[in-house]
């Protein structure tokens, strides 16, 4: 995340300096950091330091200065992996929110087949409760990304907040609150847009109720789409709720700025 190399440079400006380097590679598509080489493509990242080694200063000044040198050395490539890591768990929620939808369109399509009688319009009922058990699975396995994510954000906050204790705070607190609004921005469009479809389909749905005369093989098909509109405000509400707890963080992290 660009930010946490900004304000480790911000905080570094008024103070003397240092360099020390950690090491970049990629492993699987995942990036990792390490004051080691961690593979043959290892990429030599320098990085300014606080707390430099000065000249004529005392042994115990000298190994205290490096201890702190070695701890923000430490927390650099934390917040490193703790980015990769976050990243990680949002491609997972990207990959399950691209699989509950291909699974789903994929039940739709048997669902509008099935023919206008009773046979038809109970397997439409038989369809829409998968659908609604498809949108219930993949929610708890994006529940649980989420969790990880915020288990993650948390220690960045804390990591971050004690690097930030020598940072010039006003300016980048500015920097983070605007990038954090403009996300938040982005979420909320979603949010809205998810919000239009499902209004969208489910006013199709309803004429499709309202336009049918009432026997037994309609009655059926009426109760098929209803369990159709369970399903479909299942999948919805699972994708909103991804956006909103995107917000939720946000605002989390802006309260605190």
Do not use: W
């Not at 038809?120 to 969790?147: C, F, N, P, W």
């Not at 954090?180 to 489910?202: A, P, V």
């Amino acid at each position: 995340m660009k930010i946490n190399l900004h304000l480790l440079f911000i905080s570094l400006l008024v103070c003397p300096l240092a360099h020390s380097t950690v090491y970049h590679c990629e492993k699987n598509g995942v990036a990792e950091f390490s004051q080691q080489p961690c593979g043959k493509d290892a990429k030599l990242i320098t990085i300014k330091e606080q707390n430099p080694h000065l000249s004529g200063a005392s042994d115990n000044a000298v190994q205290a200065s490096a201890g702190r040198d070695t701890a923000e050395v430490d927390r650099y490539i934390r917040l490193k992996q703790i980015d990769a890591q976050i990243a990680e768990h949002n491609n997972k929620i990207d990959t399950f929110k691209l699989k509950m939808d291909r699974e789903i369109v994929a039940l739709t399509e048997q669902s509008d087949a099935q023919l206008r009688n009773l046979v038809g319009a109970k397997k439409q009922a038989a369809i829409a409760k998968q659908m609604t058990a498809v949108s219930e699975r993949y929610g708890v396995l994006i529940d649980s990304e989420q969790r990880s994510i915020d288990r993650l954000t948390a220690e960045k906050y804390t990591l971050t907040s004690a690097a930030n204790t020598v940072a010039n705070n006003e300016v980048a607190s500015f920097i983070r609150s605007k990038q954090i609004m403009r996300k938040i921005s982005e979420h909320e469009n979603k949010i809205d847009t998810y919000q239009s479809e499902l209004n969208m389909q489910m006013s199709e749905l309803e004429q499709q109720l309202s336009s049918r005369p009432r026997n037994l093989a309609d009655a059926n098909s009426d109760n098929a789409l209803a369990d159709k509109m369970t399903a479909l405000t299942s999948r919805f509400n699972t994708l909103i709720a991804i956006e909103q707890k995107q917000i939720d963080r946000l605002n989390s992290e802006l309260t605190k700025l």
